[in-house]
């Protein structure tokens, strides 16, 4: 009986002397993770175009003409482009001082929920004390309970502290807060502890080991905090709504309210129009730090 010897070609030696494989060989999984892939963008397409449809709506009803709106059937884009909008959202309204108190307040409430939830998160993760992690579990706690539950006893001790009606409310209201005490914790907890550990040695303190060698390692997660912060901020209504009665402390969402609650015949064209304005800073915010927004959230989520 004679046998028949078959050679074979190991792949890398093959790849050496530049044979292709058989088309058949291919695994039958890289066809499915393509097909997988192909209609995971298309959902995530499809899912980006339902989330920008309302913006564009938006943008596009701030260069209509009252009447044109709210039209039936629904016209996309405007027939005339009415940039005078623009103008007049300018001219009929405050809203520059709207702008102005907006961006104080969401600039002050930032830097200083920056600084208060990374000094202590760095004392739950770093500095060890009876009772440490019991005291952050309650103190995380809060955030699930609502503002309503204790905003009105909130705003008595306020009025009796004679800041209701003035900016320092609504600072004092956000300057802490839990869940970015959670975030930067989260964070510090990735850094190794030889670091704090050498600055010891090196005779640094606790306030310095924070201030020198944390603060400049947590930037994303800084970035994170700032830009939810900013955010949640810039769109507050609720808060300026309870604590400013008068109109020179008026904030965006307070002031584009009241200036459509202020006219009898409301002009949405010039209404979309201050909407549009007030989106664009916090889309310029979130163009700018979203890089390091990511990171930041990835990370916090790490340890070791």
Do not use: C, H
């Amino acid at each position: 009986m004679s046998e028949t010897m078959t050679l074979v070609t190991p792949p890398r030696r093959r790849e050496r002397f530049g044979i292709e494989p058989n088309p058949r060989s291919r695994p039958a999984g890289r066809g499915r993770n393509t097909v997988g892939r192909t209609l995971l963008y298309v959902v995530l397409i499809i899912a980006a175009v339902a989330m920008l449809t309302p913006f564009f709506w938006m943008i596009m009803s701030s260069l209509k003409d009252a009447n044109s709106v709210f039209s039936v059937p629904v016209r996309w884009l405007p027939e005339v482009f009415v940039w005078d909008n623009y103008v007049d959202i300018w001219t009929r309204s405050d809203i520059l001082t709207w702008i102005r108190n907006t961006l104080v307040l969401s600039v002050t409430v930032t830097a200083l929920q920056v600084l208060t939830g990374s000094f202590a998160a760095y004392g739950f993760s770093r500095i060890r004390f009876p009772g440490r992690d019991a005291l952050f579990l309650l103190y995380v706690a809060t955030i699930a309970v609502p503002w309503q539950s204790y905003m009105i006893p909130q705003f008595i001790l306020l009025s009796n502290a004679n800041v209701a009606n003035t900016l320092w409310s609504i600072i004092l209201l956000q300057a802490f807060g839990a869940f970015g005490v959670f975030l930067m914790k989260q964070f510090y907890e990735t850094v190794p502890e030889d670091l704090s550990e050498a600055a010891r040695l090196d005779g640094l303190s606790e306030y310095g080991i924070w201030w020198r060698i944390m603060l400049p390692l947590s930037v994303p997660a800084i970035a994170s905090l700032s830009l939810l912060t900013f955010v949640n901020t810039w769109n507050d209504y609720l808060g300026p709504l309870i604590y400013l009665r008068d109109p020179s402390l008026w904030t965006m969402q307070l002031g584009l309210n009241n200036f459509v609650a202020s006219l009898y015949d409301v002009d949405y064209g010039v209404l979309f129009a201050g909407l549009v304005i007030s989106v664009v800073p916090i889309a310029v915010v979130f163009l700018l730090g979203q890089r390091f927004f990511v990171e930041g959230i990835a990370t916090s989520g790490m340890k070791g």
